[in-house]
C-alpha cells in the first residue's frame, strides 16, 4: 500500500532528523511511536501532500485524516460534519445525508445527527470525526493521537470502534501510548531522531521502561 | 441589575467629585461649571442635544458598518497571499499612522464639508482595527485544522467560504468592538474641522461664545452616545461568537 525510499525528515533550520525507508502492507494495522520533535508530524504532512515527494509511493490517492483534536465547526450539525467533505467537493446530496447518518449510527450516536457539533460532549465529538473518516471510503487511514484528551475510558470505547470500523482499510495510528492500541494494531514502529525501527512487538512495551527505551532508539 | 446599580453609583461618585472639586477650589462656571449647571442646559435644551447627537450618531454608525465591511473585505483579499499582505500591510499601517487630523484638512478639501468627508474619517479609524483582527482571525487556524481539511480535498473557494471565513467572524467582531471605541474620533474631528452641525460642531460653537455649560453638556451626551454605540456593537457581534471553533 506504502512505500517510502529514503525520505528525510529534517526542516530547514533545525537538527536532523532521520531518513527513513518504510513500507507497509494492505490492510496492514500499524501503530507508530515517536516523542515529539522526532518528525512524526512532518511524515504525515507528506503522506497528506498531492502531489506526493517522489519518495513516497502510495497505491491510494484516497487517503483520510484524524487530526488530535476533533476538528468539528460547531455551527454545523453532526451530520454535516461527518459530509464535510462532500460539502468542500460540491458533492452533498440527500444520499450522502443518509450515509452520513448511517455513520453516525454505527459510532453509536443515532438520533444525534441533527445536533450543532459545538454542543457534542468531547468523547461525542471524536465519534464524529472518526465518522467522517469512514464517510471519505479512503483506502489508507491516519490517525494522528486521536484519543488525545480523551479520559481513559472514552479511550478504551474509541479503540474499539476503530477496531471494529476500520477493518478494511490500511491503518496508521500515531501515539505516544501503545496502550491505547495493543489491543487492535499489528505491529509497532518506533521513530527516534536517528532511525526507524520495527516492526515491533506491542507486547513488549507492557513496561513503560521498555517503552521509553524504544523511544530514545535504544531498542 | 447590578450592572445598572454599579453605572448609577459610579456616576454619582464622579459628580460628586465634580461638584467637590468646583466647590473646593471656588472655580468660574466659565472654566468649569458644577454638575446642576451641565444637567440644567442639558434638562432646559434637550431639542439642541438631541440634534447634534443624532447627527454624529449618523456619522460614527455609518462609519463604522462601512469601515466594518471594508476591513472585512480587505482581509478576505489578502489573506491567501502572503506577497500580497507584505505589499499592502504598509499602506494599511501608514493609513493608522498618520493622525487623523493630519488628513481632516485634506478629506475636507475632497469631500466637503457635509456628511462624506466626517464618513470617510470614522471608515478610515474603523477599517484598519477589522481588517488587522480578521487577518490573525485567518492566520489562527491550528495545523491540526488545515491537515483536516487538506485530507479532505475540497474546493478552494467552498473551503474558504464555508470554513476559513466563519472561523475568522469571531475575530472580525473583536476588530469591530475595538473599532467602536475609537470610531467617535472621526467623526468628532471631522465636525471640528468644518460642519454645520454635530457634538462636534456645538462645542467648538459653545466655546466661542463662552456657553462651558454647554460644551460641557455636549461632552456628557458624546460620552453616553460612545457608552451607547459601544454596548450595541458589543452586542451585535457576540452572535458571531458561534463561529468560534478555537482559542
Do not use: M, N
Given at each position: 500500500m506504502l512505500t517510502i525510499r529514503q525520505l528525510d525528515l529534517s526542516y530547514?533550520?533545525?537538527?536532523?532528523?532521520?531518513?527513513?525507508?518504510?513500507?507497509?502492507?494492505?490492510?496492514?494495522?500499524?501503530?507508530?511511536?515517536?516523542?515529539?520533535?522526532?518528525?512524526?508530524?512532518?511524515?504525515?504532512?507528506?503522506?497528506?501532500?498531492?502531489?506526493?515527494?517522489?519518495?513516497?509511493?502510495?497505491?491510494?490517492?484516497?487517503i483520510a485524516y484524524m487530526a488530535q483534536s476533533p476538528v468539528l465547526l460547531p455551527w454545523l450539525s453532526a451530520r454535516d460534519n461527518v459530509m464535510l467533505g462532500a460539502r468542500l467537493r460540491g458533492e452533498q446530496s440527500s444520499e450522502t445525508a443518509e450515509i452520513a447518518d448511517a455513520l453516525l449510527d454505527r459510532v453509536g450516536l443515532s438520533g444525534l445527527a441533527a445536533r450543532a457539533g459545538g454542543q457534542l460532549s468531547g468523547g461525542q465529538k471524536s465519534r464524529v470525526a472518526l465518522a467522517r473518516?469512514?464517510?471519505?471510503?479512503?483506502?489508507?487511514?491516519?490517525?494522528?493521537?486521536?484519543?488525545?484528551?480523551?479520559?481513559?475510558?472514552t479511550r478504551i470505547d474509541m479503540a474499539e470502534l476503530c477496531r471494529e470500523l476500520l477493518v478494511d482499510q490500511t491503518v496508521i495510528l500515531v501515539t505516544h501510548d501503545p496502550r491505547d492500541a495493543s489491543d487492535w494494531l499489528e505491529a509497532a514502529w518506533v521513530l527516534s531522531a536517528q532511525q526507524l525501527s520495527g516492526p515491533l512487538d506491542l507486547q513488549a512495551f507492557q513496561d513503560d521502561r521498555e517503552l521509553i527505551r524504544a523511544l530514545d532508539g535504544a531498542l | 441589575m447590578i450592572r445598572v446599580l454599579r453605572g448609577l453609583i459610579t456616576t454619582a461618585v464622579l459628580l460628586t467629585l465634580w461638584a467637590g472639586i468646583v466647590w473646593i477650589f471656588d472655580l468660574p462656571h466659565y472654566i468649569l461649571p458644577g454638575p446642576e449647571r451641565v444637567i440644567s442646559v442639558l434638562w432646559t435644551r434637550p431639542e439642541l442635544f438631541v440634534h447634534h447627537a443624532l447627527i454624529t450618531a449618523a456619522e460614527i454608525s455609518a462609519g463604522l458598518a462601512l469601515g466594518g465591511i471594508f476591513g472585512l473585505a480587505v482581509a478576505c483579499l489578502i489573506a491567501d497571499s502572503p506577497r500580497l499582505q507584505r505589499w499592502t500591510m504598509p499602506a494599511l499601517v501608514i493609513s493608522q499612522a498618520l493622525p487623523v487630523f493630519a488628513l481632516a484638512p485634506i478629506l475636507m478639501l475632497w469631500l466637503g464639508y457635509g456628511f462624506a468627508s466626517k464618513l470617510a474619517m470614522t471608515t478610515l479609524i474603523v477599517f484598519f482595527p477589522v481588517t488587522a483582527a480578521t487577518l490573525s482571525g485567518f492566520r489562527a487556524l491550528p495545523s491540526s485544522w488545515s491537515d483536516t481539511i487538506t485530507a479532505l480535498r475540497g474546493q478552494r473557494l467552498r473551503i474558504f467560504w464555508q470554513v476559513r471565513f466563519p472561523l475568522a467572524l469571531p475575530f472580525a467582531g473583536s476588530g469591530l468592538r475595538i473599532a467602536a471605541s475609537v470610531a467617535p474620533i472621526g467623526a468628532v474631528v471631522g465636525e471640528w474641522m468644518g460642519s454645520a452641525g454635530g457634538l462636534g460642531y456645538l462645542m467648538l460653537h459653545a466655546n466661542g461664545r463662552g456657553q462651558t455649560d454647554v460644551l460641557f453638556a455636549a461632552l456628557v451626551v458624546l460620552c453616553g452616545l460612545a457608552l451607547l454605540i459601544w454596548g450595541i456593537t458589543n452586542r451585535l457581534t457576540r452572535s458571531l461568537n458561534r463561529y468560534q471553533a478555537f482559542d
Open positions: 530547514p533550520g533545525y537538527p536532523p532528523l532521520a531518513t527513513i525507508d518504510w513500507s507497509i502492507g494492505r490492510g496492514q494495522h500499524v501503530a507508530l511511536l515517536g516523542r515529539s520533535g522526532v518528525g512524526k508530524s512532518t511524515l504525515l504532512k507528506a503522506l497528506l501532500e498531492t502531489p506526493k515527494p517522489p519518495q513516497i509511493q502510495c497505491e491510494t490517492t484516497r473518516c469512514l464517510f471519505e471510503e479512503a483506502e489508507l487511514v491516519l490517525l494522528d493521537e486521536p484519543f488525545a484528551g480523551l479520559d481513559r475510558s | -
